[in-house]
């Protein structure tokens, strides 16, 4: 029986390991994962502001997580990382951008950014933890 073990930070050789797997199954199921994972950073100067992240496969981008600083929000900074993805994959044969994100956070942001939501999924303990499962296609 293999042992699981809890790794604080994918290194490397994990990561290699995620993309070669989806590869993998990918082919013995006649397509291509193409898995990327991408990283945006926004700086001011040398400091880091705000990140986007999340990876790209199939005919799918996924965000993952977003993420700026409170005192740097409302400057646009949230929308130059959307749009970062969006560049870097449009023509790229990606059909869509994916998230989710909670009522509490960001979806009026995300659909200012042109994103719908699929579905909400109900939070059975507290409604500021609904999940909403947003796309915009590219």
């Not at 990283?39 to 880091?48: E, L, R, V, W, Y």
């Not at 496969?57 to 600083?69: A, G, K, Q």
């Not at 900074?77 to 044969?93: C, H, N, P, S």
């Amino acid at each position: 029986m293999a042992e699981i073990v809890f790794c604080e930070n994918a290194d490397e050789e994990l990561e290699r390991f995620v993309a070669d797997g989806f590869e993998e199954h990918s082919a013995e199921n006649g397509t291509s994962a193409d898995y990327n994972e991408f990283t945006f950073a926004a700086k001011d100067g040398s400091d880091i502001v705000g990140a986007v992240m999340g990876h790209a496969y199939y005919n799918e981008v996924h965000i993952s997580e977003l993420i700026v600083r409170k005192e740097y929000r409302g400057k646009d900074i949230g929308t130059a990382l959307i749009k970062a993805v969006e560049d870097r994959f449009r023509d790229k044969g990606y059909d869509h951008i994916s998230l989710t994100t909670h009522r509490f956070q960001a979806a009026g942001f995300y659909e200012k950014c042109g994103f719908t939501v699929e579905f909400i999924r109900k939070s059975r303990t507290d409604p500021k933890l609904d999940k909403y499962f947003m796309v915009k296609y590219i």
